[in-house]
């Protein structure tokens, strides 16, 4: 580290720099210490840090930064915890907004299982609480971690502050719990206890939260878990992740256990034997909302038998079994200020609403989206009008209609791309028909979509780059040292070649954090299969479909390989074939990967990308299922189930299911009134299985 200046010699300009530079390197000391266990400095080197910054704050009050290391203790929450498995991932629920989309839940419920009309389907209606949701590990009727739900697989460990909430038991009471069981829930803020709070930090003249939900929040993550205490979190019951062993046979039955085990489950709890009822019940608890002491934002239906809730599993995130039915969103009224353009990473130019900021529903709301040209034509909206907006959940909000006139001009979209001027223009599809977002055909050229490529690349459902986020690469980007994904791992020896100095001496790097942003990088180069892909940023390669090739092709060279052969052979060759043999996954994708082969300039970054990391292969879903990897045909009538279950269940297990008959199918699972299929299979000597037959394979 160069000779540190004396605080009295700094210029305002280098004081700013250092107070930059200090607030990076006391908060990865804080995460060394509090959070990793393993502090890279001794208390008196970081006491110095402290102390300087404190000083060059003292000189300097107007620089005194928004995360100034002098206002917190300990490390940020975000960073302070450790991480933490979950057994089975925590899910989210699909919402329904209307009771067409709930009648339309319970019927597709019906379809899926097969039920006949005479069969009664139950399903629970309950609040839909306004929290975080929290999972709660007991061994042995002991409470032995507490983990937020994070990205569902993994959360952060937050079992001392847990402990604190009266709600959660230490030990289970009553009997029949399974020697292992994540108990899972919501933790929220009562109003009452909300205004308490809000009040105190006022007075001590700290920030206000601006919902129970923050609150409750910025409560569980705190680093001393004595102020978790006072903050009196609750916790309802409502699930569960892993256990060791059956302990109900519904929802209900379920439920009850959890409150004989001395859980707070929610009163409002009831079951129901038809739609009519769940939709009553929501309009009971609507009408409640407001005298309830908590934030709900809608009620969650689930189908009370468990065996069904099995049988019906889930798609992607989120249950087959259960929805939530949102409230009508918030609305609130306020002035459109001006329309900005936001270019994509593919190059689609979003109109952006800028607001006067308004509060709606306990959200401040500055910004609203636009969608594309037609919208705005759609509401005639123009700068200077007063507007409706709406917010809804974690949606973006979005802007209803126009109040008053506001008297301005109409909003011209732009016809060439604001950030790189090429022409922006609304593409045509073969069936003449416009695309609704204009697009800026300047490609690799254009400076927006290079850099939302590359945060794309490096975000969290990609590569997951830790300390490389939207603001790095915008810098690293401006700097010229960023052409494309492969010089990410290159970054060492091109900031070296561009002449700059390490990246440990640059403003808002330290030695720590420079390290730490180098090794974190480095970590990434075996990426995964599915990761990667989705990173690529490929149209109509998303996460799903990213995920289903990595499952199916495993191999990540044979499925490149595939990509390869179909951009030489066409649509016509088997390799295209392969490419949409999978289920859920149209022509779109493997058309878009072709054309993104096809493409020189991605053949030459993809090139260079690959000789800096080595795709990790993905594994079977179920590697010990005899399916697992297998091609299977289903033909035929199936009697025990119905097709979209056989399909769910086999893919579930690993296998890959197709529509036709081929040299690559393994397995066809033929049923009554099966024809052309099987008498194809039985020509190319494929194994063939009833159904019943199948049912044993798979262990049901
Ligand atoms: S059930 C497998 N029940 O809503 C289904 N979730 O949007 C697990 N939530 O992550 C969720 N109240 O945090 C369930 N009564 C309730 C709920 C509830 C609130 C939250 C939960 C979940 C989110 C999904």
């Known amino acids: 580290m160069p000779d540190l200046v004396s605080v009295d010699d700094l210029t305002e300009k280098q004081a700013k720099a250092e107070l930059a530079r200090l607030a990076v390197e006391i908060r990865a000391a804080d995460a060394a210490y509090f959070q990793d266990d393993a502090p890279h400095m001794d208390d008196a080197a970081y006491d110095a840090l402290r102390q300087r910054n404190l000083a060059i704050e003292a000189r300097f009050p107007e620089l005194k930064r928004k995360d100034s290391p002098t206002d917190r203790v300990g490390a940020a929450p975000a960073e302070g915890f450790a991480k933490a498995r979950h057994a089975a991932p925590m899910l989210s629920l699909d919402n329904a907004f209307s009771d067409e989309d709930?009648?339309?839940?319970?019927?597709?419920?019906?379809?899926?299982?097969?039920?006949?009309?005479?069969?009664?389907?139950?399903?629970t209606a309950e609040p839909k609480i306004d929290g975080l949701s929290l999972s709660l590990t007991y061994e042995d009727g002991v409470l032995i971690r507490a983990a937020t739900r994070g990205d569902g697989q993994e959360g952060e460990d937050v079992t001392a502050n847990a402990r604190t909430i009266a709600d959660v038991p230490e030990k289970l009471g009553g009997s029949g719990w399974p020697d292992r069981i994540e108990v899972r829930g919501e933790v929220y803020l009562s109003h009452e206890d909300f205004a308490a709070l809000n009040a105190r930090e006022e007075e001590a003249g700290r920030k206000t939260y601006a919902n129970p939900r923050n609150a409750a929040a910025g409560?569980?993550?705190?680093?001393?878990?004595?102020?978790?205490?006072?903050?009196?979190?609750?916790?309802?019951?409502?699930?569960?992740?892993?256990?060791?062993?059956?302990?109900?046979?519904?929802?209900?039955e379920a439920v009850?256990?959890?409150?004989?085990?001395?859980?707070?489950?929610?009163?409002?709890?009831?079951?129901h034997e038809a739609v009519e009822g769940l939709i009553d019940a929501y309009r009971a608890i609507e009408a409640d909302r407001a005298a309830l002491g908590y934030d709900i934002d809608g009620v969650v239906y689930k189908v009370d038998r468990l065996d069904w809730q099995a049988r019906l599993g889930f798609v992607s995130r989120a249950p087959r079994w259960a929805i939530a039915h949102k409230f009508p969103a918030e609305k609130a009224i306020t002035k459109l200020e001006?329309?900005?353009?936001?270019?994509?990473r593919t190059g689609s130019l979003t109109p952006v609403a800028r607001l006067t900021p308004v509060t709606v529903g306990g959200v401040v709301v500055s910004n609203a989206t636009l969608h594309n040209e037609d919208e705005i034509a759609r509401l005639g909206v123009k700068p200077g009008d007063t507007v409706e907006v709406q917010r809804a959940g974690d949606v973006i909000p979005q802007i209803l209609r126009v109040v008053t006139d506001g008297g301005g001009e109409p909003f011209q979209m732009p016809q060439r791309c604001p950030?790189?001027?090429?022409?922006?223009?609304?593409?045509?599809?073969?069936?003449?028909?416009?695309?609704?977002?204009?697009?800026?055909?300047?490609?690799?050229?254009?400076a927006a979509q290079a850099v939302?490529?590359?945060?794309?690349?490096?975000?969290?459902?990609?590569?997951?780059?830790?300390?490389?986020?939207?603001?790095q690469i915008a810098l690293f980007y401006e700097k010229g040292l960023l052409a494309g994904p492969q010089d990410i791992f290159r970054l060492v020896s091109r900031i070296e070649a561009a002449g700059l100095p390490p990246l440990s001496e640059w403003e808002g790097f330290g030695e720590t954090s420079a390290r730490k942003l180098i090794d974190a990088i480095d970590a990434r180069r075996q990426p995964d299969f599915d990761r990667f892909l989705a990173g690529l940023g490929v149209r109509h390669v998303?996460?799903?479909?990213?995920?289903?090739?990595?499952?199916?092709?495993?191999?990540?060279?044979?499925?490149?390989?595939?990509?390869?052969?179909?951009?030489?052979?066409?649509?016509?060759g088997e390799a295209f074939a392969a490419l949409t043999a999978i289920d859920g996954i149209g022509a779109t994708a493997a058309r878009a990967l072709v054309a993104f082969v096809r493409e020189p300039h991605n053949e030459e970054m993809m090139t260079a990308l690959l000789s800096e990391v080595s795709v990790q292969d993905a594994e079977a879903a179920s590697s010990d299922s005899p399916v697992a990897g297998k091609t299977v045909v289903f033909t035929g009538a199936l009697e025990k189930m119905t097709r979209d279950e056989a399909k769910a269940r086999a893919t579930a297990l690993g296998a890959k299911v197709s529509g036709s008959v081929s040299k690559k199918t393994d397995l066809v699972v033929a049923g009554p009134g099966?024809?052309?299929?099987?008498?194809?299979?039985e020509d190319l000597g494929i194994e063939t299985l009833t159904e019943d037959e199948w049912l044993d394979l798979i262990g049901v």
Do not use: M
Request: charged share 30%; with cysteine.
């Open 102 to 123: 709930v009648v339309e839940f319970a019927a597709r419920v019906r379809r899926f299982l097969g039920l006949p009309a005479d069969e009664t389907l139950a399903l």
């Open 219 to 252: 409560g569980l993550r705190q680093i001393d878990a004595e102020i978790t205490r006072t903050r009196n979190l609750k916790f309802f019951a409502y699930a569960w992740g892993l256990v060791s062993g059956p302990f109900a046979e519904t929802q209900t």
């Open 256 to 271: 009850a256990a959890l409150a004989s085990w001395g859980f707070d489950t929610n009163s409002l709890f009831a079951r």
């Open 338 to 344: 001006a329309i900005d353009i936001q270019v994509g």
């Open 419 to 446: 950030i790189c001027e090429s022409a922006a223009i609304r593409e045509v599809d073969e069936k003449g028909e416009e695309d609704v977002r204009r697009r800026c055909t300047g490609g690799l050229i254009c």
């Open 452 to 471: 939302e490529r590359l945060k794309h690349f490096v975000s969290r459902k990609a590569l997951d780059i830790d300390g490389l986020g939207a603001k």
């Open 542 to 572: 998303g996460e799903t479909t990213a995920g289903l090739y990595a499952r199916n092709f495993i191999s990540w060279d044979a499925f490149w390989g595939a990509v390869h052969a179909a951009a030489e052979e066409g649509e016509e």
């Open 674 to 681: 099966a024809g052309s299929k099987l008498k194809k299979a």
